[in-house]
């Protein structure tokens, strides 16, 4: 007997498995002891919970703590803002929702990623909860009411318009008309919409209006027309007509926009010759031409109490064409250039700089170049600018003249034994921690939060990110997920079971590369948003403004 029961057990959770896979989502089950009867697969990947804890006779209180730990606390209840509860009164709050008779709920993990819990509490005691990822019918609902939107914002400016406009389907009946085209036709928008223009116009005008709208509709040509109109209440305008086919094959639609012109020319006595009012004297001449913007930054560094005219800079860039903008760039103005292709060039140049005496200001190096090229620089203690080769014309120039307007007691030390870079002098009280072992991205993270204005500190490791976060207490951390030690992942996990509620901090992930795996693995581990590589000043700013309430404080238009 006991051997049926278990096969019975069995092909119950095989069932239960079944129809977990047939509804995309995942389910647990759970008796009147709060004791996991049940819990399929699916919840690995829509929960952040360790596998040990889906087995049967698991209590539902160290279940949610687990997925309290795992960084489930942070899923967000879309009907209100979320609260920072503690662990039990966290699990107490889930355990209550569980003993209700029907509850459902939505909440969001991150910014794109959204699911659903539904429960319901069977009169045996027995109690079901199936969660579902209902992530693409969220973005489904918000396109559609986006395109709700749009198409009333349409329908309010097209309603709005100072020139009448109609629109007919295939089967030219009048199915749109905004309040000009009601008020010119003298008619109210009922007594036109689902009327065809023989309901409207009068035969003979009819007669010649349904062959030009024929040829409209079935060539697709535009049609202009300059009509002299007698409207219904007798008085006379000047239109020009422009008749156009939109829409695809099958669902084409007619639109007739007319402007009236009676203002802008005049009759002769007999009225049979029109004439315009105005003449070429009479109108402002205006050039929509666009030309790249120039940003004005020779001005500014003119103007800076700093004399930086013929201060020596080399460029490194394997990229030819980056190169070559970038000494013109600083030739216009009037820094003293050369440049190199690679790591090896870099370091002969140096060398023999050195030998000759010759004192190298600034090393502009393309963080697509070499990355050899960076440790050489720092090696022979030379201030480097890191910056993209595909945004040389619009960042470097500004950023060369940041670089040298800075006061030698803002500039950034960097400590080659630990990785740390902050600010000379200061050891406690930074806005942003950032974890990140690579040291082009340490610099390009540098010169972007200096530029911005905020004190910071720069791990090379996991442990050396939750050392810093213990002893520099940031605002918000940047966490590379991809670091030596303690790994991104881990190093959130270490922050978020050491701090307390109500010194909470934002963790942001930075991603190499946008792959689901690690978006999710990021949320699990208890991290607030994520952010991808290469990092630019908009994408941090965004950052600030969501987590710390900070506006945007510099253009890099």
């Known amino acids: 007997m006991d051997d049926l029961a278990s096969a019975d057990a069995n092909i119950q959770a095989v069932m239960l498995e079944v129809i977990s896979e047939g509804i995309s989502g995942g389910v647990f089950v759970y008796d009147r002891n709060d004791l996991i009867v049940f819990a399929s697969q699916q919840l690995l990947t829509l929960l952040p919970v360790p596998k040990s804890f889906l087995t049967p006779g698991t209590r539902l209180r160290d279940f949610l703590g687990a997925v309290y730990d795992g960084g489930g606390r942070f899923l967000t209840d879309a009907s209100g803002p979320r609260r920072m509860l503690s662990r039990e009164d966290w699990i107490a709050e889930q355990i209550a929702t569980l003993?209700?008779?029907?509850?459902?709920?939505?909440?969001?993990?991150g910014t794109d990623r959204w699911v659903s819990f539904t429960k319901r509490r069977l009169s045996s005691g027995y109690g079901v909860c199936v969660v579902r990822d209902i992530s693409d019918h969220k973005k489904r609902e918000e396109q559609w009411r986006a395109d709700m939107e749009r198409v009333q914002i349409t329908e309010e400016v097209l309603d709005n318009l100072p020139f009448p406009i109609t629109v007919k389907d295939s089967s030219l009946t009048f199915v749109a008309v905004n309040k000009m085209a009601a008020s010119f036709l003298d008619l109210p928008p009922e007594a036109i919409l689902g009327h065809k223009g023989s309901d409207v116009h009068p035969p003979q005008v009819e007669q010649?209006?349904?062959?030009?709208?024929?040829?409209?509709?079935?060539?697709?040509?535009?049609?202009?027309?300059?009509?002299?109109?007698?409207?219904?209440?007798?008085?006379?305008?000047?239109?020009?007509?422009?008749?156009?086919?939109?829409?695809?094959?099958?669902?084409?639609?007619?639109?007739?926009a007319m402007e009236d012109i009676t203002g802008l020319v005049a009759t002769d006595e007999d009225g049979e010759q029109i004439k315009p009012r105005m003449s070429r004297g009479g109108l402002i001449t205006t050039s929509l031409a666009r030309q790249e913007r120039e940003v004005p930054v020779k001005a500014a560094i003119e103007s800076d109490?700093?004399?930086?005219?013929?201060?020596?800079?080399?460029?490194?860039s394997s990229d030819p064409r980056t190169s070559a903008e970038a000494l013109e760039i600083l030739d216009n103005l009037e820094f003293d250039t050369s440049s190199v292709s690679d790591g090896e060039e870099l370091e002969l140049f140096l060398q023999l700089a050195k030998e000759a005496s010759i004192a190298i200001d600034l090393v502009v190096v393309d963080t697509l170049a070499d990355k050899a090229c960076l440790e050489i620089v720092q090696r022979h203690r030379i201030p480097a600018l890191a910056i993209n080769g595909v945004r040389v014309k619009r960042e470097l120039a500004a950023g060369v003249a940041r670089q040298f307007s800075q006061p030698a007691t803002n500039e950034t030390a960097f400590d080659e034994d630990t990785g740390i870079a902050s600010p000379t002098?200061?050891?406690?009280?930074?806005?942003?921690?950032?974890?990140?072992?690579?040291?082009?991205?340490?610099?390009?993270f540098s010169q972007i939060l200096e530029g911005l204005g905020y004190r910071y500190a720069i791990a090379a490791d996991g442990e050396e990110a939750v050392r810093l976060w213990q002893e520099?207490?940031?605002r918000l951390i940047l966490m590379d997920i991809t670091l030596p030690k303690l790994s991104g992942f881990d190093a959130s996990v270490r922050i978020r079971n050491l701090e307390t509620i109500d010194n909470s901090i934002p963790i942001i992930g930075v991603l190499p590369q946008?792959?689901?795996?690690?978006?999710?693995?990021?949320?699990?581990?208890?991290?607030?948003?994520?952010?991808?590589?290469?990092?630019?000043?908009?994408?941090?700013e965004a950052v600030f403004q969501t987590f710390l309430g900070i506006p945007a404080r510099q253009s890099y238009a």
Request: overall charge neutral; glycine content about 6%.
């Open 99 to 109: 003993w209700k008779e029907r509850a459902e709920s939505q909440e969001r993990r």
């Open 208 to 256: 010649r209006l349904d062959r030009i709208n024929r040829g409209v509709l079935e060539l697709g040509e535009p049609q202009q027309m300059s009509e002299l109109v007698t409207r219904p209440d007798g008085s006379q305008a000047v239109i020009i007509a422009n008749k156009y086919r939109i829409g695809k094959p099958g669902r084409y639609y007619l639109v007739t």
């Open 305 to 316: 109490t700093i004399h930086l005219s013929n201060r020596k800079v080399l460029v490194a």
């Open 425 to 444: 002098g200061e050891s406690v009280g930074i806005d942003i921690l950032v974890a990140e072992d690579n040291a082009v991205n340490q610099i390009v």
């Open 472 to 474: 520099r207490s940031p």
């Open 514 to 540: 946008a792959f689901e795996r690690d978006r999710d693995q990021c949320f699990a581990s208890g991290m607030n948003e994520v952010i991808l590589k290469p990092i630019s000043p908009e994408a941090l």
